[in-house]
Structures are given as C-alpha cells and as structure tokens.
C-alpha cells in the first residue's frame, strides 16, 4: 500500500479541505464556451441535469465533437462527482457508467478520484456530505451579494470535509448505498403512479370524446398569475417560498415540495398549497403541483383553482399537451411563459363536471401514494446529513 492509498485506508480522525481530502485526484470546472447545439454531438452535463442526488440524462445538450475533444480534462469517467456551481450550488451526483465519455458545462464542477479515492467510496462520501446544513451554509456564504448563487472552484477546494477513520467511514457508507437504493424505488414507484395517472388520463379522453370535445381557455377555469422577482424584506410583507422556472424543471415528478429560495411577499401575492405552475424547456413546457404556499418567480405563471377535480383534470391536461404548449413561451430561446398567450390556450373541458370528478377518484390515490414515496426519500436524506452532522462534530473534538 503505498502513502496515498495509506492516508485513503486511515483509521485516525481528521477535517481538511476537500481538494486535500485523500483519494482527491483533482477539483476543475467545465467548458466556458461549448458553442452551439449540435443534435449529433457529445452530451453536455449542465446544472439543471443535476438533480436529487442523480443525473437526468433525458433530454441532454450536445455539443461538437470537436469542442469535446478540445477539453478532455472534464470528458466525463465513471465515479467522478459532479457538482452545481451555479443556482443550487453544492447539490451533486456521482457519475455514472451511463455518462462515461460526456463533458461538463461551466456550471458544474468536476472532481475526479484516485483509483484508491473510487475503491473507498470518497465520491459517495463528498455527495452527502455537501447536503448537510454545515456544507450548504458555507457554499452559501461564498455566493453573498451576487445576483445569483455561485460556488468558485476554490471555495469548493477549500470546503472543510470530516474525515472518519476507515471502518466507521465503511459502515456508514454501506447505509449510503442501501438508503439510496431505496430512494431509486421510491423515486421509481412515484414516477410509475404519475404515469398510470397519465395514462387513466388520456383514457378518459379516448372514453368520453363526446363530452370532453368542448373546450376551455386556460384563463377560464383558473386564475392565472405571472411571476415575479426575487424582493428583499419590506414593510407589510412576509418571508415566502420562490418558485424559479429552474425549481419547476427539476421536479419532473408533478409535485413540488420544497424551494431553494425566499422571497419577501405580500399575503396576496402567496399561492396556496395545490397551485399548478408551469415553465417552459427546450421543446416543452414542464407543470407540476405545489404542496406548499410559495410565489412563482419570474419566468413562471402559477393557476389558482380551487376544486381538487378540476385541478388534478387541468394539471394532466397540461402535461399532456406539453409540447404543445411551446407555443405560450416568449423572450430569448422562449425561456419565459407568457401570461396573454397561456391564459387563452384553450383545453379540453367536459361539460359534466362528473367526468373530471370521476378522474380525480382514480388519479388522487395515485398522486398520493407518490407523496408518500417522497416523503420518504426526505425522511432518509435527513437521517444521513443528521448523522454526518453529529459525527463531524466528533471529528472536531478529537482533532
């Protein structure tokens, strides 16, 4: 064993940066300039593909293959962590077998490991790590008085990371991998009951083609109200949950529980718990459902309506026509909603009311049971950084 693998394998207690965390290859960022989209490229790993611990590889930039070749420092290899250094800076991902040969954006960090680093499970390591309250806070701290939440490349380098001595650092990380096989199930059997409620959609149509031919605008079944910017504190306002368009692209599972961000609000301007939003991406729009009261940021429109079968008809209407809903986007590569064009899209609306309420009987369970697996996965997250916390203060104790 030599000296690097030794200090991989230590049994004794230790803190240090992460650039010098043993097994630590090297900490880097991805192409500033990756040109244009080219459909026949290479894959392009950008910030908003990292989500919830995992890389969404579904609908990935592409870039010239030619650019790629050009930075093979950040040409993706399995094991490496990939972190966001732009908006919800410090969420990570290891990289899998399945993103092996892509590159990285400048937005997310690259930080590669030793053959000894990947063998001892330091990228795992580094990952829940940077979830905990300690890790976020300081990431935070480095992004104070920007415009935007950013992480440099040396702040990350210098994020202090509590070392365990080896057996405990095992144990621990076999529950890692354990819980975050449950959470794959869990995140599974939620996006499975989305698509049955989908599909029961799309069967509802094809069943009462008759009734659901009349059709709405958007503007008359909901009251629909546009987003807003970000606002520091004020007289007669409150501190609220902010849904930015990139909070709504990264719950592709319809339901959005929790932001990154506050924002200073008036009461009137707060959406209850079961508000639809909408955001557009390149080639669709994404809805989804709110399960708290928050306000929609700009570039994101938000739909009041108040009876829950009318709702859950509207919220599948609309993830069903996604890609038609292109059409109600404005402003620069259609990044933003517009409130006048979304407000008189017009959906299929049955006349009986009993049609939309027999849908919800079926639909509402199934939303639910994807709750219920949600739930969990925020139970099992907070159970790790809870324990990683208490053991980091130990490791500071016996420094």
Not at 132 to 142: I, N, Q, Y
Not at 159 to 183: A, K, Y
Request: net charge positive.
């Amino acid at each position: 064993m030599d000296e690097k693998e030794a200090k991989v394998a230590s049994r004794a207690w230790g803190l240090c940066p992460l650039g010098e965390v043993p097994g630590v290859d090297s900490v880097t960022y991805g192409i500033v300039t990756p040109g244009p989209h080219q459909p026949a490229g290479v894959p392009l790993l950008q910030a908003g593909d990292i989500a919830g611990g995992v890389v969404d590889q579904s609908n990935p930039r592409m870039i010239d293959a030619a650019v790629h070749r050009r930075h093979q420092r950040t040409s993706l290899v399995a094991g490496d962590l990939v972190v966001v250094l732009v908006g919800r800076i410090g969420d990570a991902a290891v990289v899998g077998a399945e993103q092996h040969g892509w590159n990285a954006a400048r937005s997310v960090g690259v930080v590669r490991f030793t053959e000894a680093g990947q063998q001892n499970g330091i990228g795992t390591w580094l990952k829940w790590w940077l979830k905990t309250p300690e890790a976020r806070a300081r990431c935070l701290e480095s992004s104070a008085g920007s415009a935007h939440s950013t992480l440099t490349i040396a702040t990350l380098t210098q994020l202090p990371v509590p070392m365990l001595p080896l057996d405990l650092r095992t144990r621990l990380l076999g529950t890692m991998r354990l819980i975050e096989r449950r959470m794959m199930l869990n995140t599974r059997i939620a996006a499975c009951a989305l698509e049955l409620a989908d599909a029961h959609f799309a069967r509802c149509l094809e069943e009462h083609k008759d009734s659901t031919r009349p059709v709405a605008a958007i503007g008359d079944v909901g009251e629909v109200v546009g987003g807003m910017r970000r606002s520091d504190v004020f007289e007669g306002g409150f501190p609220v949950a902010w849904a930015a368009p990139a909070e709504v692209l990264r719950h592709r599972l319809a339901h959005l529980d929790r932001t990154d961000q506050t924002t200073w609000a008036p009461r009137h301007a707060v959406c209850a718990a079961g508000t639809i939003l909408v955001a557009p991406r390149p080639g669709g729009v994404e809805t989804v459902v709110s399960r708290i009261p928050l306000v929609p940021g700009r570039g994101t429109l938000a739909v009041r309506i108040e009876r829950e079968a009318d709702r859950m008809w509207l919220l599948h209407e609309l993830r069903s026509r996604s890609k038609e809903l292109v059409s109600t986007a404005q402003g620069q590569q259609g990044r933003e909603m517009s409130r006048k064009a979304f407000t008189r899209f017009t959906v299929s609306w049955p006349d009986s009311s009993h049609v939309r309420e027999a849908f919800a009987r079926v639909a509402a369970p199934l939303h639910e049971r994807a709750d219920v697996a949600l739930d969990e996965n925020r139970v099992f997250e907070e159970l790790i950084t809870t324990e990683l916390t208490r053991m980091a203060e130990q490791s500071k104790g016996r420094r």
